[in-house]
């Protein structure tokens, strides 16, 4: 089951091990034989990403540092993607972040560095990367990011990451309507909850997965592979009439 993403190359933002959401991206597009481009939180996360990479199909050599809170940083790693790719076809965005101690108890007891926090890194960061990603989608292109559906429903526990996520889904309409004029569509999928990195310490996480199972339409819980084939799908020709969307990915949990 796959799509040819051929001679199409894509920028992946945010492995950070094997069961990152980035990573069953990544691997649905390599086994559509895109050609990737992989960007990492800070140095010391390199080699880490450099030994998954070398598990995949593909020859992917570029692997780049951006710190998404430095506009310096991304400016460089576009710069650096430009010079060293020329085009690309488009980027897949999958970095969030927030305080442990806001993912708990109240949201009115959100702090404002929190608040401004989990906006800088979960949000904004899509914003800046379109500015910087724009130019080198000369043939169009196509943006995906990753949303929860805590951003559109108050959910326990996820707090300042819900209020960070609308914003994000707001910003994809925002960026859909700009880059819409230079061919190059915006979306994001809401995914189910995976067991990932970020995912760690969160308490009832079991209880959640268990819910899900026993409530969504499918009875059975998100995995990164459908993910990953939903965002090969988005990046494809397939798609070509979505833009602004917000695509769930969640076993049907959403129409509950
Ligand atoms: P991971 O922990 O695997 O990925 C989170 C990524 O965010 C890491 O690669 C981390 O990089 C990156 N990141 C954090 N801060 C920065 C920064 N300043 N600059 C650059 N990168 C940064 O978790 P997931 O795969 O679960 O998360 C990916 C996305 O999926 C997030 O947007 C999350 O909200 C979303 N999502 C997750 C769900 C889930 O249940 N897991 C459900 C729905 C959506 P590093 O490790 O290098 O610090
Ligand atoms: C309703 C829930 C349960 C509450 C959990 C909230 C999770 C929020 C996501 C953010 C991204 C988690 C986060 O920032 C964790 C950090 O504070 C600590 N972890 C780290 O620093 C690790 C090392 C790095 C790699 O993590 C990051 N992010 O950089 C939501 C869940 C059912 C679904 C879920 C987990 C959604 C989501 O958005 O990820």
Request: proline residues 3%; hydrophobic residues 40%.
């Amino acid at each position: 089951m796959t799509i040819s993403l051929a001679g199409k190359t894509f920028v992946i933002m945010g492995v950070a091990n094997k069961r990152s959401i980035a990573w069953g991206i990544a691997r649905s597009l390599d086994a559509a034989g895109a050609n990737l481009i992989f960007t990492y939180a800070g140095e010391r996360f390199e080699k880490p990403v450099r030994d998954l990479v070398d598990t995949l199909e593909g020859n992917h050599e570029l692997a780049l540092p951006c710190d998404v809170t430095s506009d310096e940083d991304v400016e460089r790693c576009f710069s650096q993607i430009g010079e060293q790719a020329g085009k690309i076809d488009g980027l897949a965005h999958c970095i969030a972040f927030a305080k442990t101690e806001e993912l708990k108890g109240d949201f009115s007891d959100t702090s404002r560095e929190g608040f401004l926090l989990a906006q800088n890194i979960s949000s904004y960061s899509l914003t800046i990367i379109a500015k910087h990603a724009k130019p080198l989608m000369t043939e169009g292109g196509s943006i995906v990011t990753l949303t929860y559906i805590g951003g559109e429903r108050v959910m326990p526990n996820y707090n300042v990451m819900g209020v960070a996520k609308a914003s994000l889904e707001m910003s994809v309409r925002y960026l859909a309507h700009d880059l819409g004029r230079s061919n190059i569509r915006v979306n994001a999928i809401s995914a189910g909850p995976i067991r990932t990195l970020s995912a760690k310490g969160v308490g009832d996480f079991n209880t959640i997965l268990k819910e899900i199972e026993e409530k969504a339409p499918l009875h059975r819980n998100t995995t990164p592979e459908e993910v990953g084939d939903t965002a090969a799908f988005l990046f494809s020709q397939m798609s070509r009439g979505i833009t602004g969307e917000v695509i769930h990915v969640d076993s049907g949990y959403h129409i509950l």
